[in-house]
């Protein structure tokens, strides 16, 4: 996948294509990121990518020009490419999103600094504004970032193991089980014994387990847009009991 960043900070990217399985996939050519200075297209011996907005009001905006003419020099290397622009007024990234995006070949991301875009850039060129998250940012590097990492690994081939991308958290709904390694003992905390018993049958019983009632304790919300198994359902009446005995 082509993904080209049209940003005023390239440098920050530096470190991220550099590390880990981002850097991996790019070994690969799997991924083929690319930074465009912003400033590299602003004119004027200062190169001034900001400006005064229009009707008064605090903050910057960044001038259309600049961003356009960084824009036409990623399309002519990636001219199918879907320009996405990281606003704080986007829709939110989802792992639905992410894996919408991996089925792409090729990105533009948009890092918006200041106050925001003058809106003729957006309406003309964006196809959709993308918010990482209801916090304020100081600008879309991150988010570039982080839409970066979670579609790569999408990318099959990306990740060793090729059900490891579809069998994580929110995939199935629900947020993972436990996890344990050596020692079996630590800090007085042992591992559940199932778990050392070697019975898959039962490992994975309560690996479902688990996860259901996790979600019930760090995520009920995801269980309200979800349907429940036959399985899950007796497992929480289960608890259900158990909990009824206690409040006798
Ligand atoms: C005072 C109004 N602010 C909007 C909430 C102005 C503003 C704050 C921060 C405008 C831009 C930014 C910079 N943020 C991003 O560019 C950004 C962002 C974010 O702030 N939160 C979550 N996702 C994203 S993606 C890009």
Same mark, same amino acid.
């Given at each position: 996948?082509?993904?080209?960043?049209?940003?005023?900070?390239?440098?920050?990217?530096?470190?991220?294509?550099? $590390?880990?399985?981002?850097?991996?996939?790019?070994?690969?050519? /799997?991924? &083929?990121?690319?930074?465009?200075?912003? +400033?590299?297209?602003?004119?004027?011996? $200062?190169?001034?990518?900001?400006?005064?907005?229009?009707?008064?009001?605090?903050?910057?905006?960044? /001038?259309?020009?600049?961003?356009?003419?960084?824009?036409?020099?990623?399309?002519?290397?990636?001219?199918?490419?879907?320009?996405?622009?990281?606003?704080?007024?986007?829709?939110?990234?989802?792992? =639905?999103?992410?894996?919408?995006?991996?089925? =792409?070949?090729?990105?533009?991301?948009?890092?918006?600094?200041?106050?925001?875009?003058?809106? +003729?850039?957006?309406? +003309?060129?964006?196809?959709?504004?993308?918010?990482?998250?209801?916090?304020?940012?100081?600008?879309?590097?991150?988010?570039?970032?982080?839409?970066?990492?979670?579609? =790569?690994?999408?990318?099959?081939?990306?990740?060793?193991?090729?059900?490891?991308?579809?069998?994580?958290?929110?995939? &199935?709904?629900?947020?993972?089980?436990?996890?344990?390694?050596?020692?079996?003992?630590?800090?007085?905390?042992?591992?559940?014994?199932?778990?050392?018993?070697?019975?898959?049958? /039962?490992?994975?019983?309560? +690996?479902?387990?688990?996860?259901?009632?996790?979600?019930?304790? /760090?995520?009920? &919300?995801?269980?309200?847009?979800?349907?429940?198994?036959?399985?899950?359902?007796? =497992?929480?009446?289960?608890?259900?009991?158990?909990?009824?005995?206690?409040?006798?």
């Amino acid at each position: 996948m082509k993904v080209c960043i049209l940003t005023l900070f390239p440098e920050l990217f530096t470190p991220f294509w550099d $590390h880990g399985i981002i850097r991996r996939a790019i070994q690969a050519e /799997k991924l &083929d990121p690319v930074t465009i200075n912003i +400033r590299d297209h602003a004119e004027g011996r $200062h190169r001034v990518t900001d400006d005064r907005p229009y009707g008064g009001g605090c903050g910057m905006v960044m /001038k259309p020009e600049p961003l356009t003419a960084a824009l036409m020099e990623a399309k002519t290397r990636m001219p199918q490419a879907t320009v996405l622009l990281l606003s704080p007024q986007g829709r939110p990234f989802d792992q =639905t999103l992410a894996e919408s995006l991996s089925a =792409t070949e090729a990105m533009v991301m948009v890092c918006g600094r200041y106050e925001g875009v003058d809106e +003729r850039f957006i309406d +003309r060129h964006v196809d959709a504004e993308i918010s990482i998250g209801d916090f304020v940012l100081t600008g879309g590097e991150l988010g570039a970032m982080v839409i970066t990492d979670a579609v =790569t690994r999408l990318i099959p081939g990306v990740l060793g193991n090729e059900d490891s991308a579809q069998s994580d958290t929110f995939s &199935d709904g629900l947020v993972e089980y436990a996890h344990y390694t050596r020692p079996p003992v630590f800090d007085d905390q042992d591992v559940p014994d199932v778990l050392l018993s070697g019975n898959h049958q /039962k490992i994975d019983r309560w +690996r479902r387990e688990n996860a259901l009632i996790r979600t019930v304790l /760090k995520r009920p &919300d995801l269980l309200e847009q979800r349907a429940l198994s036959a399985e899950e359902r007796r =497992t929480l009446e289960k608890w259900r009991r158990i909990i009824d005995g206690l409040l006798e």
